[in-house]
């Protein structure tokens, strides 16, 4: 049920951002959940049909900043505010209200770590204990309880998701991870920025935080829970000439005389039931055009032509299942809801 038996009513910060419009986008569609606030510093003032004509004004609220919210009104809140910034601002919420923050700034459980990554100390410690990683497959149970969700990265989802089943079962090697990531320009963010222009990403294909890519901590963290001991990973990302999606090639040894089919049982095994992590049968490979605008996560599993070594694929839209859609996802967890509440549409194609 919905709070006091009514809808739920829902603020998104920083609703002038790619992610805060999917998060409109999605939640117009929720039968429980009615949007009561909105904020965006610089469009303060305006509707969101001004920054996003696509989305419609009926019903929705103006675009405020987020000291004119009346907190008393709100009962969740979707947090998709700039890393760095985010900290602060959860730390001043009040505490009868449940988040999910889409931000990085919670999503490292080690605050030295989140320093070194970030450039910066971590502003709430004590809200970053109380944090809960949200990768809804893997850590549904305690998302269920929790008051603030870390909802994971773009990166991290699609990395995850296949490689943790089969760290658990010691099926590859943890030592030896290869992880080759392209992304849509979305992953960006809204802002402009040279990297993203039309003439510097059109017609070309470039990687990018070569070494240093912020997502590298984020991936090794769950995969050394998954593997029981510390993980590093080869992780390099890259940035394609489309809008939406991601595809990762995921390299792997594989251990104790598993082969591809041994890997795909096991992800088939762990996935079962779930409505959004779909294994491919052998022989069929994800594309990044299967998943448009869902917040479907799909999985193959190949040998490699090199002994003893198999190629892992997932492929999910980077706005959806990499952040938005999965934030909803885990709202409906938190609030005992059907998980694909809103999130039941199917992929756009071609």
Partial sequence: MAVGGNRLRVAILGASGYT???????????????????????QAGKRISQSFPHLPDDGLPGLVKIEEIDW???????????????????????????????????RLHDIAVYAQWYGHEHLAP??????????????????????????PGCYPTAAQLPLIP?????????????????????????????????????????????????????????????AGKGVVVNFTAHLMPMSRGILSSIYVKCAN???????????????????????????????????RGSNFCLISVFDDRVTGRAILFSAEDNLVKGASGQAIQNMNVMMGWLEQMALEQLPMFP
């Fill in 72 to 106: 008393s009104g709100v009962d969740f809140v979707f947090c998709c505010l700039p890393h760095g910034l985010t900290q602060e601002t959860i730390a001043g919420l009040p505490v009868h209200l449940r988040i999910v923050d889409l931000s990085a700034d919670f």
């Fill in 166 to 226: 089969l760290l658990e079962k010691s099926l590859i090697g943890a030592d030896d991870i290869i992880i080759d990531a392209k992304s849509g320009v979305t992953g960006a963010g809204r802002d402009a920025k040279q990297a993203s222009l039309y003439s510097e990403v059109t017609e070309g294909i470039h990687a990018y935080g070569i070494a240093s890519h912020r997502h590298a901590p984020e991936i090794e963290q769950g995969l050394s829970k998954a």
């Fill in 20 to 42: 805060g419009a999917e998060l409109v986008r999605l939640l117009l569609r929720h039968p429980m959940v009615e949007i009561v606030a909105m904020s965006a510093d610089r």
């Fill in 257 to 291: 005389g598993a082969g591809a089919g041994d890997l795909r049982k096991a992800l088939n095994d762990r996935y079962a039931g779930e409505y959004f992590v779909k294994i491919l049968p052998e022989g069929a490979a994800p594309a990044t055009r299967h998943v």
């Fill in 126 to 151: 004590d809200l970053q204990r109380e944090a809960v990683y949200g990768l809804t497959e893997i850590n549904r149970e305690r998302i269920k309880s929790a008051r603030l969700v870390a909802n």
